[in-house]
């Protein structure tokens, strides 16, 4: 069975695409065209928060190998927010898209156990055994160690999926705790990287890379090019490109000589590319889909010509 890793990796190659998609709705932000078709109130928000996501994966599920779901922009709004969650993992899916969620659980013991049951494994009543979310990859926490990581490590190698462990990440505070260093002299995501590795040498696939895998920000170059070179074996999730302002030549230097190595992540960038100045003559509101595609295409060749030429 081809490991989750691979999965992606395969997908990248075939859309010859290493961009990813966040989906992460702001109801304020989204085209009066279709906030006008409902009622404003929660469940109104909720159904206009699932036309809009149904239309971004339809206009991009061809060149974009996957869809990052960040599930804080869905329980903000309680039960009918989580349904719209589900209901667009499912619909990426059956659009043959890789779904991640970013969900950033960390917990020990039984608790990291149920959330690794929801997202990636089963949950069991009695001698049955279900899926809830079934996603194939998920973003964990690893600050509790071993503990809050290795429930989620049992359910990659049963069930076949994939995590991304914070080790680098793109906001600006993340140097508070991520850049301090040990007595050793090694900076903590440099520690938590190494960690990463040593985790995933089990689930290591054709290409090299494991399906247990770190977020580094696009953010930090520095610190990105330097992970490229210490975790060799490890698929870097990189946030922060377009409206967090990593560049495309920073990005690169996560990227191994065979042009693999890395999913970029852009969500507002794409999410809202209608309004964007290089777009908003050429896409009325009600084209907003058309205009996400428009970007991504750009958006994919400009990462390409990067990674090609570093």
Not at 94 to 117: F, H, L, P
Not at 157 to 169: A, D, E, M, W
Not at 281 to 304: G, S
Request: charged residues 25%.
């Amino acid at each position: 069975m081809i490991n989750a890793m691979d999965r992606l990796i395969d997908k990248i190659k075939q859309t010859n695409n290493p961009t990813v998609i966040g989906i992460d709705p702001v109801y304020d932000k989204l085209p009066n065209c279709i906030k006008r078709k409902y009622s404003q109130d929660i469940k109104g928000a909720c159904k206009c928060i699932l036309e809009f996501n149904k239309n971004l994966i339809d206009a991009v599920y061809d060149i974009i190998p996957a869809i990052k779901i960040n599930i804080a922009f869905y329980e903000m709004y309680g039960i009918n927010g989580m349904e719209v969650f589900e209901d667009t993992c499912k619909y990426a899916k059956q659009r043959g898209m890789i779904v991640i969620t970013d969900i950033k659980r960390g917990d020990i013991g039984t608790t990291a156990e149920c959330y690794s049951s929801a997202f990636l494994g089963r949950t069991k009543i009695g001698d049955l055994e279900e899926s809830i979310y079934d996603v194939d990859f998920v973003t964990v926490n690893a600050y509790m160690g071993i503990d809050s990581v290795k429930p989620f490590i049992q359910d990659c190698i049963k069930y076949n999926k994939g995590i991304f462990i914070l080790v680098k990440t793109s906001n600006p505070s993340s140097g508070d705790l991520q850049d301090l260093k040990l007595e050793t002299g090694e900076e903590v995501y440099n520690k938590v990287a190494n960690l990463v590795e040593d985790w995933g040498v089990e689930l290591r696939g054709k290409y090299g890379y494991s399906s247990i895998s770190a977020v580094v920000g696009a953010t930090y170059p520095k610190q990105l090019k330097e992970l490229r070179s210490n975790a060799p074996h490890t698929y870097f999730l990189i946030p922060g490109y377009g409206a967090q302002g990593g560049k495309p030549e920073d990005i690169a230097l996560g990227f191994d000589e065979n042009g693999l190595g890395g999913i970029v992540n852009a969500s507002r960038s794409l999410m809202y590319a209608y309004k964007l100045d290089r777009w908003n003559a050429q896409f009325k509101e009600e084209d907003y889909a058309l205009a996400t595609r428009a970007e991504a295409i750009r958006m994919r060749d400009e990462l390409n010509s990067e990674i090609k030429n570093k």
